[in-house]
């Protein structure tokens, strides 16, 4: 017998839960893109994209997804045959590596696997021996979706700054913009890519480029930049239609408003605190099963180097998969498959599976899910260590991660 009906919860890292304040704003007719309410609404929003990223640099939205921003800051950033270098701690930072190779951009990955954070060193090691400044910018994630690392960007900038280098600083925070602790101005950060289906609470559909007053200046000489996406009409419009090179995505801003309505109600500093605290919940829920079975385990050794949007897991083949549909099929929740871990034909990627804990959530919605995963591994005689719910119960208690 099923126990899913109820109000399903999608814990996948994105899309993410969409509020109902968000569903309602959006359930509107189409507003005259020329005209009226429309375009002080959109002009409302900029303040509130450059706080949630910390900066008072410039803003351009897309109508696209996360491989769309990517392209956006590839096309502004570069020239045909100038050369990044990618910082890749999982599959989302090979994957900007390849967007931009497709691109004409030459690229240099410095890879350091799926569980270990990058190597600061090597990073200013490969700056100092492009004693020519072919490199015209770094490129990596904030938070690798796939392996759930987080990279250390204040470090990062050090390392940069260490080995004299020009490059610019460009950071993909989709998975961890209005989540985890970002400050693209004082962390030095020239470039921050983010979509607006994870952190931001709003379906699939829009994505956005920061970038400081450096790298507009940098970005007038690029020859990868088509009239679509170029990033210069978008942040400075003559005319509204230049912010989206056409028609805008209505539904959508009014969705965005919302959620950014949210986020500045609970105040930036609380929505990461938030993240922390659940994400600390699962964490110690994962020591508990953990303990009892050491094929049970989480990614990501050091909760430094977590993100706190979403945890990456082993349960040993085929026990992720068969979790994961225990939760859907029996409760109601459906967790996030294992990315890059293992190719989808081989049977160790029924080992892996990950647990979001991104956007609008809250304590009941985590300690359900563990509940549930709990409920899932006695159901399925997966072999784990007890304890895990009082843990992440204690968590929430406290208060603090
Ligand atoms: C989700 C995600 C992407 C890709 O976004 P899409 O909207 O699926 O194109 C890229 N980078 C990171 C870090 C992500 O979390």
Redesign the pocket.
Known sequence: MSLANGRPYLAI??PSVIPDRVLRAMHQGSPNIYEGPLIDMVASLYPDLRAVAGTSGHVAMYIG????A?EAANANLFNRGDKALVLAVGQ?GL??ANSARAMGIEVEVLDFGKSAPADMTRVEDALRADSGHRIKAVLT?H???ASTIKTDIPSLRAAMDAAGHPALLAV?C??SLGCDEFRMDDWGVDVMVA?C??GLMTP?GMAFVWFSEAARLRSGKSDLATPYWAWGPRAEPEEFWHIWDGTAPTSHLYGLREALDMIREEGLPNVWRRHHVLASAVWAAFDCWSAGNPAIGMNVSDPAHRGWSVTAARFGAPHATRLRDWCEKQAGVTLGIGLGMAPSTDPAYHGFLRVAHMGHVNAHMTLGALAVMEAGLHALDIPHGEGALAAAAQVVAKGAP
């Open positions: 890292p994105g997804n996360g491989h769309s990517w989302f994957s900007w994630t938070v690798d979706t993909d989709i998975a979509a289906q994870k699939p």
